[in-house]
Nanobody
Framework: VQLQAFGGGLVEAGGSMRLSCAAS?????????MGWFRQAPGKEREFVAA????????YYADTVKGRFTISRDNAQNSVYLQMNSLKPEDTAVHYC???????????????????WGQGTLVTVSS
């Protein structure tokens, strides 16, 4: 499975941006998590949001709750992240990720994701 993320760039604080991630090579199970992580310079990769097509979730990190929305399109084998009210501290390389199957209780754990995209840089200017 290959994941490819699109949509990063430069935006002013308070603005919005939408990231897309398309999977190819295999259909991601509807029960499996697809999610977004991000890594700011000098920091560890952190969980942002995750969703299953059916079942539990979506889930969000506290830092983005109320501002970001994750959605999935299983017909397109894709996941999206709508980011509103962006802040300079949201600046990071954003990665999409997917699990091979459903691993309960692991939505925020990097090690629980089997497939990763290449990352797309989001820069929020103050």
């Amino acid at each position: 499975v290959q994941l490819q993320a699109f949509g990063g760039g430069l935006v002013e604080a308070g603005g919005s941006m939408r990231l897309s991630c398309a999977a190819s090579g295999r259909t991601i199970s509807r029960n499996a998590m697809m999610g977004w992580f991000r890594q700011a310079p000098g920091k560890e990769r952190e969980f942002v949001a995750a969703s299953r097509w059916r079942g539990s979730g979506p889930y969000y990190a506290d830092t983005v709750k109320g501002r970001f929305t994750i959605s999935r399109d299983n017909a397109q084998n894709s996941v999206y992240l709508q980011m509103n009210s962006l802040k300079p501290e949201d600046t990071a390389v954003h990665y999409c990720a997917a699990q091979r199957t459903y691993y309960p209780g692991t939505y925020s754990s990097k090690s629980a994701y089997d497939y990763w995209g290449q990352g797309t840089l989001v820069t929020v200017s103050s």
